[in-house]
């Protein structure tokens, strides 16, 4: 998209997208970041889609904030604390990954004092914090091959002593857990709607308990990353909350005990408050696909699947709808009108096994017919909502072609610079793509020379 990327600019080119696609009156969510930019879009948009009534519950769920973007703001936040130890491990891992030579004497260290070469040392990048931590992990694992180190070389003056490494460990310890969190919500062969709750709980758990710690520096991290914890998650997102209720091994069950932990008299306030906008939003549901099933109009063939109370017959050459009593019909069934829905059956139902291997969509598509239809197309978009936008921003990152493990430490204006010769190879690329299909569908002959000189270029750029 060329520039401006301004809100209304971008609220535009995201609502021409949908009507291109025909997806504008079918979204549920947005999954963004927190950049300023996007929050200004995601109103814009927002109207714009309220406006031809196409969001559920007048798009309160609509915007969704980008769960590991929000942990990476919280844990950035933590190391701004971190110790001397933190810089000289970093310090001791860059002058070994200097150069081929510098790993072979590392490699060579590591034969002498029986210790086996079998990760890489992993240097981080400073926006990253999750490459802090693996450099850390990899780090501590060689200490006594560092020690060796420093007395075959004497040019390496950067080997942290017993304490900075004990020190590092620490810190390792308790980053671990973030890091595991951040790899599990930032999957895409799973849904992770189901994962949130029980994740944010986690992390408010660990921030909590490390708030005591009686190390100076953890529990130093743990407060700063706990104020800026309760910025963004003081409340649990509300529609995400409901993936962990729509997983059958959890429902409500997990809701209650995880809100009971920390402030037991305020918690059935909170799950009641849950379980009115569940209900709310599967009402919502019941209505659109009551009025789609109203704007296709009577059907010559076939059947489908109601909820209770809204029976259909064939008769007079079509279907059409029964007219009668609504009351008197259900007295007659020996229903009444507190007859339970399909929602309360489920939250009913006593919860899976915890430790059952399940698929979720495939469960809720097994379920899916009778008068579980409205309830599980609500759990199936539910649990669909991606809380990361981990997975497409790396589809369309060229970050990893410029910033690799042997050129980790470039200063900005480098990077920009390289970033700026990918595109412009990127565009050239685009450019014979294009020449090649006039060419396929004009039938016009380009000369070989003309490609050729083309391919020059690419190379010449490739290899500046």
């Not at 798009?59 to 933590?78: M, P, S, T």
Request: aromatic fraction near 8%; charged fraction near 25%; glycine fraction near 4%.
């Amino acid at each position: 998209m060329p520039p401006p990327h301004s809100a209304p600019e971008l609220a535009q080119k995201i609502s021409d997208i949908l009507v291109d696609w025909e997806i504008d009156r079918k979204i549920f969510s947005l999954t963004l970041d927190n950049a300023s930019a996007n929050n200004a879009m995601v109103k814009l948009l927002k109207t714009r889609l309220q406006l031809q009534n196409s969001l559920l519950c007048n798009g309160e769920y609509f915007h969704v904030r980008c769960c590991a973007h929000i942990l990476n703001l919280i844990v950035q936040e933590g190391l701004k604390v971190a110790s001397d130890a933190l810089d000289k491990i970093r310090a001791s891992i860059k002058y070994v990954k200097a150069s081929e030579a510098r790993m072979i004497k590392f490699k060579e260290c590591a034969r002498k004092v029986d210790i086996e070469f079998t990760t890489s040392l992993c240097m981080d990048v400073p926006t990253r914090w999750n490459s802090t931590y693996l450099m850390l992990a990899s780090g501590i694992k060689y200490r006594r091959v560092s020690s060796m180190l420093e007395c075959d070389d004497l040019a390496y003056k950067h080997c942290p002593t017993e304490e900075d490494w004990e020190r590092g460990k620490v810190m390792c310890e308790f980053l671990e857990p973030f890091y595991e969190i951040t790899t599990l919500i930032s999957g895409s062969s799973y849904p992770t709607s189901n994962l949130y709750f029980m994740e944010v709980w986690n992390i408010a758990r660990l921030l909590e308990m490390n708030s005591r710690s009686h190390d100076e520096v953890v529990r130093s991290m743990s407060l700063l990353m706990k104020s800026k914890f309760e910025k963004y998650w003081e409340d649990y997102s509300d529609i995400l909350s409901m993936g962990a209720v729509f997983d059958p091994r959890m429902k409500l069950k997990l809701v209650e005990y995880c809100y009971s932990t920390p402030d037991p008299l305020s918690s059935q306030d909170k799950v009641n408050r849950l379980k009115m906008k569940l209900y709310t939003l599967y009402d919502e549901y019941k209505k659109k696909m009551v009025d789609a099933s109203l704007s296709k109009g009577p059907q010559s063939s076939g059947s489908s699947n109601h909820e209770v109370g809204e029976p259909k017959f064939i008769g007079g050459g079509g279907v059409r709808k029964m007219k009668m009593n609504p009351n008197g019909y259900k007295r007659h069934k020996g229903l009444t009108s507190d007859a339970k829905s399909a929602l309360d059956v489920y939250l009913e139902d006593i919860p899976m096994d915890e430790n059952a291997e399940i698929d979720l969509l495939k469960y809720w598509k097994d379920h899916s017919s009778g008068n579980f239809g409205v309830l599980a197309r609500m759990a199936c978009d539910v649990l669909s909502i991606p809380i990361t936008t981990v997975a497409s921003e790396s589809s369309f990152s060229i970050g990893a072609h410029v910033l690799n493990k042997y050129r980790n430490r470039l200063l900005p204006e480098k990077v920009q610079l390289l970033f700026a010769r990918v595109i412009g190879c990127m565009d050239i690329l685009m450019t014979m793509k294009i020449l090649k299909m006039m060419r396929r569908k004009l039938k016009i002959k380009l000369k070989r020379q003309r490609l050729s000189t083309w391919k020059n270029v690419i190379k010449t750029l490739a290899n500046a």
